[in-house]
């Protein structure tokens, strides 16, 4: 199957630095991403869908100027929380669609964020 | 809202006892759902699909529509069958998926 990969996976910083987080798609061609965030023992609740070429759509309730999402190229998005907070800290998971029509996610092995 | 429901956070069975994990989504006309599985340390993964209608590792899930439900069974459990099962729906807007809170199931031996 199709392959997304995520870097970094674990970060560390300082409240009120600026995180960037990687998610790219291997061997796939990605106009549409999406971005997670996974609390412990929580499910995960979509944060927002990056397109390529054009501004993300963010779901209600996520600050899109907190979290600057960027479509770069066919298989690279970039999630950027800005003056991250401990609040912040959270698993931050993307996805890309593929497979043949059936609206199969392929998952990336997630971020781990630790604001101190 | 196109809503999610798996009402049992943790499940645990037996070895070889047979296991369904519940699923309920609120109506839409023709959903779309989908079974994906989590295994420690390991990303999320698609387990199955309804519209596929196949058995994946033994497990099955039907789409009740009398029901609203897409409940998946296996009808012998095993020991690396633990895991967090979410059951997702397609959402509002092409392949935006809608995940339930997800079951930890546990499989003792």
């Known amino acids: 199957g199709a392959v997304v990969s995520q870097h970094p996976s674990r970060v560390i910083c300082k409240s009120g630095t600026s995180v960037k987080i990687e998610c790219r798609s291997l061997?796939?061609?990605?106009?549409?991403m999406f971005w997670y965030r996974q609390f412990p023992k929580q499910s995960l609740m979509l944060m927002a869908t990056?397109?390529?070429?054009?501004?993300?759509?963010?779901e209600q309730g996520v600050e899109k100027d907190k979290f600057l999402i960027n479509h770069a190229s066919l298989t690279l998005s970039t999630l950027t929380v800005t003056s991250a907070h401990p609040e912040d800290s959270s698993f931050y998971i993307c996805?890309?669609?593929?497979?043949?029509?059936?609206?199969?996610?392929?998952f990336g092995p997630g971020t781990r964020l630790t604001v101190l | 809202a196109q809503r999610v429901t798996q009402p049992e956070k943790l499940l645990s069975v037996f070895k070889g006892a047979p296991v369904e994990l519940k699923c309920n989504y609120s109506?839409?006309?023709?959903?779309?759902l989908f079974w994906y599985v989590q295994y420690s340390r390991q990303r999320l993964q698609l387990l199955l699909r309804?519209?596929s209608r196949e058995s994946i590792k033994g497990f099955t899930a039907d789409l009740n529509k009398g029901e609203t439900s897409f409940h998946l069974k296996k009808p012998f459990a095993q020991e690396e069958d633990s895991a967090m099962y979410y059951c997702?729906?397609?959402?509002?807007?092409?392949?935006?998926?809608?995940f339930g809170q997800g079951t930890r199931l546990t499989i003792n031996p």
């Open positions: 996805s890309a669609p593929g497979g043949a029509g059936y609206n199969e996610q392929f």
């Open positions: 061997d796939f061609q990605a106009t549409t």
């Open positions: 990056s397109n390529e070429g054009s501004k993300a759509t963010y």
């Open positions: 109506y839409s006309g023709s959903p779309e």
């Open positions: 309804h519209i």
């Open positions: 997702a729906r397609v959402g509002r807007g092409a392949q935006k998926l809608v």
